[in-house]
């Protein structure tokens, strides 16, 4: 009873005193007071870029700048740097740094700067230190660097430790910065300083103006620093008009990678000269490309009417994200969002609030209905990422009616899973694509208690299709969903999740196909199937000795990708694959079979650079039997989650894998204390169900 006590009067101080220890910004923002060159305007340490050539996260504890040998010296896992536009801004040139690391405590350092053309980083490690000299110094030669504070919270440039990546390094992945300094030596390349005026605009397949992304280039990738009527697109706490690609279709721009959104009509000024022009609106939309030459003085006006390669509203299929963060403090943000959600044809965005033990980011002004907005069948709705702790995999709450923030026993989600099931919202796991966060440990607590209804299997251009396999096998039923974690990771919809609806397109009826209907995931592709000649149902009855015949058309748009295969899975195996001999945009598959017993059936697909399909689970029920799972792996899939359940009980989070540690690093273990005893209890009940699942196939 002591101890119980100590715990929870520790929990409530940290809680009450961490106004001055933590930031209260997504990305753990902290200003420091350094400054060894008259040319760095202002530095700052943040957790995390995706977004910087190199993808950077900082395990370790918050940047600080402590001295080393009698230097003043900047301490940190990810630093960046704003470059006073006095000295340069909106260059493209060769500018140098000097740096000195301090060498006990530096193995190397990631560089990564804001480029003309891309975000570009280079990494160096440096060689075992013969000399004994706590110095290592050296100059970097920076290839036409822009400087046009686009990096996030309009930096620059920024420095990170070997081993800030997204996989968790040995050690802390620090750097020791002892100096920097900056120096232009080569003269700027000329530049016409003559302008001339640019109008686009743009409509749809049907003529009315429409939203869409939008790249303008030299033959060299330079592109204009977007203006004024650019859509201010929010990432973070702050907007910008322009953002890097992360992925790119093959009918995009060699060289170019900054784009900016047009909410249909686009006017500014820019440098004379001969550009490219390219358009797009998502993977239903053939991608618009055209020379356009501007000259002094004289305006230059385009209308791009974009052409559909497919219109799936039209066939009743709804696109969606499930995973989106854009905070909405009021409602006067929704035409701006829609605007960028219409850029990227997402009919349904599901933004996210999310939490941690100490913190809210990402704000809804409200929830459920008064917290979705609709226009021109798109919709803006809010959702919540939380619980989420590194330890047991972030979750994702969809059409809930209110935000619900587990507040006592963080480690237990089930509180939140309920409150959401009982608003008719869905709740699931996100990152199972990417499989971060230890999600293996929540998913074995919580699917076979029946909280999860989705996985979120496709994102970062990835399919992870374990995890579904595995609980399906078992005999759990869950749906395949897909989203983009913008601004984490890529732009809304770069991975989606369309849903087959009845009656009217609205995101009420995305949710409901996503609980019990016909889907499916993609980033590029497109299908249509049947089973059976039934192009709507996902669970089918048929008697013993019956075929089952497959049918599916899937596509994808050639500026996107070609088609490389398609794949039949029943119960986890590839039974039947129809490959693509040469650059096609359509791919048919036909299969029949007669199922020996009751099974699941998915259909896969996969382009040559990269597109990827996965539809909902279809079930096979045989005279009557609904026990669809695997017999001849389930009992070893449930001993398997077992064993998963019986580390996580004994386990304890480590700080070292710690995604947001700048916000929560004094209060996971409390945390965790507080949890063990329902988190005990949890873990029996679940493996009650596993042990069950043991005796039923042996």
């Known amino acids: 009873m002591i101890r119980i006590f100590f715990v929870i009067a520790l929990s409530i101080f940290l809680t009450c005193t961490r106004a001055w220890t933590h930031t209260n910004l997504p990305l753990g923002n902290t200003s420091h007071d350094w400054q060894p060159d008259p040319a760095i305007k202002s530095v700052t340490s943040l957790n995390f870029d995706f977004h910087a050539g190199a993808n950077f996260v900082s395990w370790s504890q918050t940047a600080r700048v402590e001295v080393r040998e009698g230097k003043k010296c900047i301490i940190g896992?990810?630093?960046?740097?704003d470059i006073d536009e006095e000295f340069a801004f909106d260059t493209d040139e060769v500018i140098y740094l000097d740096l000195t690391f301090y060498r006990p405590e530096t193995d190397g350092y990631i560089l990564s700067y804001d480029q003309a053309v891309k975000p570009t980083a280079m990494q160096v490690r440096f060689e075992e230190n013969t000399s004994g000299s706590k110095w290592h110094k050296e100059t970097v030669r920076l290839e036409r660097a822009r400087f046009a504070n686009r990096k996030y919270y309009g930096n620059d440039l920024a420095i990170g430790g070997i081993g800030s990546q997204l996989t968790h390094p040995e050690g802390r992945g620090e750097a020791v910065l002892c100096d920097i300094k900056i120096t232009r030596k080569a003269k700027a390349p000329s530049r016409s300083s003559s302008q001339g005026s640019f109008t686009l605009n743009i409509t749809d397949d049907t003529g009315k103006p429409t939203a869409a992304r939008v790249g303008l280039y030299r033959a060299d990738g330079w592109a204009p620093i977007a203006g004024k009527d650019a859509i201010p697109v929010e990432r973070y706490t702050e907007y910008t008009r322009e953002l890097p690609m992360v992925s790119v279709p093959k009918g995009w721009s060699e060289n170019g990678r900054y784009i900016f959104f047009v909410d249909g009509k686009y006017n500014s000024t820019i440098p004379t000269g001969d550009y490219q022009?390219?358009?797009?609106?998502g993977p239903e939309f053939q991608i618009h490309k055209s020379n356009i030459k501007i000259k002094a003085g004289d305006t230059q006006s385009i209308t791009v009417n974009l052409k559909r390669f497919d219109n799936l509203q039209a066939q009743g299929w709804l696109s969606g994200d499930d995973h989106i963060h854009i905070s909405r403090t009021s409602d006067k943000k929704n035409d701006t969002i829609l605007g960028f959600m219409k850029a990227e044809d997402i009919q349904v965005a599901n933004l996210l609030q999310a939490a941690n033990i100490h913190e809210i980011y990402f704000r809804q002004y409200n929830f459920g209905d008064g917290g979705t907005y609709s226009e021109d069948g798109y919709s803006l709705v809010s959702g919540q990422e939380s619980p989420r702790t590194s330890h047991r995999g972030h979750t994702i709450g969809l059409n809930v009616k209110k935000f619900h923030k587990q507040k006592k026993e963080y480690f237990i989600y089930d509180d939140s899973a309920d409150l959401i099931h009982k608003d008719g919202g869905l709740w699931g796991y996100a990152h199972v694509a990417i499989d971060a966060f230890n999600i293996y440990n929540g998913l074995a607590l919580d699917v076979a208690r029946g909280k999860v209804d989705f996985l979120e299997m496709a994102q970062y251009g990835t399919l992870n299709t374990s995890y579904l396999y595995d609980f399906l096998n078992m005999g759990f039923k869950l749906a395949p969903s897909a989203g983009s974690?913008?601004?984490?990771?890529?732009?809304?919809?770069?991975?989606?999740?369309?849903?087959?609806?009845?009656?009217?397109?609205?995101?009420k009826s995305w949710f409901a196909a996503l609980k019990s209907g016909r889907t499916f995931i993609t980033n590029w592709m497109s299908i249509d199937f049947s089973v059976n000649g039934d192009k709507r149902a996902v669970e089918y009855n048929i008697k013993s000795g019956d075929a089952v015949s497959i049918e599916a058309l899937v596509k994808v748009n050639p500026d996107f990708d070609h088609m490389d295969r398609i794949e039949l899975v029943a119960h986890g195996d590839v039974i039947h694959t129809v490959y693509a001999g040469k650059d096609l945009s359509k791919?048919?598959?036909?299969?029949?079979f007669t199922p020996k017993t009751s099974m699941w059936l998915a259909i896969r697909g996969f382009g040559k650079g990269g597109a990827l399909l996965h539809t909902t689970t279809i079930y096979i029920y045989v005279d009557g039997n609904n026990d669809f799972s695997n017999h001849q792996q389930a009992a070893l899939l449930a001993q398997k989650n077992i064993d998963i359940?019986?580390?996580f009980r004994n386990s304890t989070p480590s700080l070292d894998v710690e995604f947001e540690r700048f916000a929560v690093e004094d209060l996971i273990q409390p945390n965790w204390e507080l949890s063990k005893g329902r988190l005990g209890k949890a873990i029996d009940e679940a493996i009650a169900v596993y042990k069950k699942i043991i005796a039923d196939n042996n």
């Not at 896992?77 to 740097?81: K, P, T």
């Not at 022009?277 to 609106?281: E, H, N, R, T």
């Open 587 to 592: 791919l048919s598959l036909s299969h029949s």
């Open 645 to 647: 359940l019986m580390r």
């Open 77 to 81: 896992a990810y630093i960046l740097f």
């Open 277 to 281: 022009l390219f358009v797009m609106k």
């Open 485 to 507: 974690d913008y601004p984490y990771i890529d732009f809304p919809g770069a991975e989606r999740l369309y849903t087959q609806v009845t009656g009217p397109l609205t995101a």
